[in-house]
């Protein structure tokens, strides 16, 4: 079983930063894939980003490629979400998942996922 914890949300201005953390509570995340997803009210959960847990490969939606970026830190257990010149419609409950074997952007196929953290930007 593999817990995990998502943190760094907020309420932030349009234009801001922020960076998401998604540690590992009870096990080693990095033979994992790991990805964000968001849900923001009304909507189904979207794929954000992911990064593999061999190469460290990642994917991006194609609406946020350039603003926000996935890496991950063995030694801290963590995958982290940098998102930069946020605007309004990235408001959204943010979620970590995590899964084996190959990039999948479906959800359902994620075993594993944290409670989700709220970042909240203001126009």
């Known amino acids: 079983q593999v817990e995990l914890a998502e943190s760094g949300g907020g309420l932030v201005q349009a234009g801001g930063s922020l960076r998401l953390s998604c540690v590992g509570q009870t096990r080693r995340v990095e033979p994992y894939r790991m990805t964000w997803f968001r849900q923001a009210p009304g909507l189904e959960r979207e794929f954000v980003a992911s990064i593999s847990g061999s190469d460290r490969s990642t994917t991006y939606a194609d609406s946020l490629k350039g603003r926000f970026t996935i890496f991950r830190d063995g030694a801290k257990n963590t995958v982290y979400l940098q998102m930069n010149n946020l605007k309004p419609e990235d408001t959204a409950v943010y979620y970590c998942?995590?899964?084996?074997?190959?990039?999948?952007?479906?959800?359902?196929?994620?075993?594993?996922w944290g409670q989700g953290t709220q970042v909240t930007v203001s126009s």
């Open positions: 998942a995590a899964k084996s074997g190959v990039m999948t952007f479906e959800r359902r196929f994620y075993p594993y």
